[in-house]
């Protein structure tokens, strides 16, 4: 025959035992509720290289406009293209100085260098550095709602741009001048850049 203190003590274990459990599930974030991102993973020690002065489409005739895909990744390399479909929420970059681009969400084929433009999301005005001297450089963010679906690369539709790190080469960027329209068929890259977009986008 169990006595009732004896009970007492396996009813408290138990319950101990189940909030004990049920603190440790709260600490272990759900990887549905976790944040996804893609594109370059930005941070404050990332300098915009040789952003300055702002980048144009075509030297020789600035008042263009084009659509830059950004084909890779910079400090995340292999996570250039949208993990899942989704919205993205939130736009993040680090720009040199000011300037303004429209959000593009592309289909591409890297080996063909081709590209379509299959979203297009707001426009977005950037401060850029602040402070050009400073220890840590500004990442700005943005808020959006942006549909994506899996596979497809950020894009971005301006004049120029100093939303960049140039310190490299290859095709890190596919340029199209004109700028792409939404719903076209693929079209072949008229240039490429080895500068990164420095450009990262948040799922909600």
């Known amino acids: ?20 459990a049920a603190v440790a599930a709260l600490a272990i ?30 030297y ?17 390399a292999g996570n250039e293209r949208a993990p899942k ?51 840590h450089y500004q990442v700005e963010t943005f808020n959006v709602n942006v549909p994506v679906k899996k596979g497809e690369y950020l894009a971005t539709k301006s004049k120029k741009t100093s939303m960049v790190r140039c310190s490299s080469g290859g095709p890190n960027q596919l340029l199209f001048q004109p700028a792409l329209s939404v719903g076209g068929p693929f079209q072949p890259a008229t240039d490429t850049d080895g500068c990164w977009l420095l450009l990262q986008a948040v799922y909600s």
Do not use: W
């Open 1 to 20: 025959m169990i006595s009732m203190s004896t009970k007492s003590r396996s009813i408290r274990r138990i319950v101990l035992g189940t909030a004990a």
């Open 29 to 58: 974030p759900s990887s549905g509720m976790a944040a996804t991102s893609f594109g370059a993973k930005l941070n404050q020690n990332i300098q915009p290289s040789n952003s300055q002065p702002a980048h144009p489409c075509v």
């Open 60 to 76: 020789n005739a600035p008042a263009q406009q084009c659509t830059r895909v950004e084909m890779d990744a910079y400090n995340n």
């Open 85 to 135: 479909d989704g919205t993205i929420k939130q736009i993040k970059l680090i720009a040199g100085g000011a300037g303004s681009f429209t959000l593009q969400i592309a289909k591409a084929h890297a080996a063909q260098q081709t590209a379509k433009v299959v979203e297009q999301g707001p426009q977005i005005h950037y401060q850029g550095q602040q402070n050009p001297n400073a220890l």
